[in-house]
């Protein structure tokens, strides 16, 4: 499976590693583009606490409930945390992407944080 192809998927699991090397594994929405996987999230998540210690990640096609499915190839790669312009990026592709479900909860999440948007955006290269 290429990333491509991942990033054609609706769902990818995401797993990232603690301090002490416990993996943990978390379904995100995905967009490929140029070779890498990209993901939206919030800045607060420990996902991305994660990724700034160590970035060593896997990814591979799930369902909504991180669910591997059957036979799926796992595939290890690199992460990196995107600046204020790679999120914007990030932002048009998912929107694009995922549509009316991606404004359903961008919009309101807006909203609530009062113009705030505290996301990162991640990119995945293996």
Not at 84 to 100: A, E, N, T
Request: charged content about 30%; aromatic content about 8%.
């Amino acid at each position: 499976m290429t990333l491509e192809e991942l990033g054609r998927g609706r769902y990818v699991s995401l797993t990232t590693y603690r301090k002490d090397g416990t993996p943990v594994a978390t379904p995100v929405w995905v967009v490929a583009e140029a070779g890498e996987l990209f993901i939206w999230t919030r800045t607060d998540t420990w996902k991305v606490k994660r990724i700034r210690n160590d970035a060593r990640v896997t990814v591979a096609a799930c369902d909504i409930r991180g669910r591997l499915l059957p036979g799926t190839p796992v595939l290890e790669g690199r992460a990196r945390l995107l600046d204020d312009s790679g999120l914007r990026r990030v932002r048009q592709l998912m929107s694009r992407k995922y549509r009316w479900l991606f404004w359903a909860v961008d919009i309101p999440a807006t909203l609530a944080r009062r113009g705030k948007r505290p996301h990162t955006a991640i990119a995945v290269k293996v």
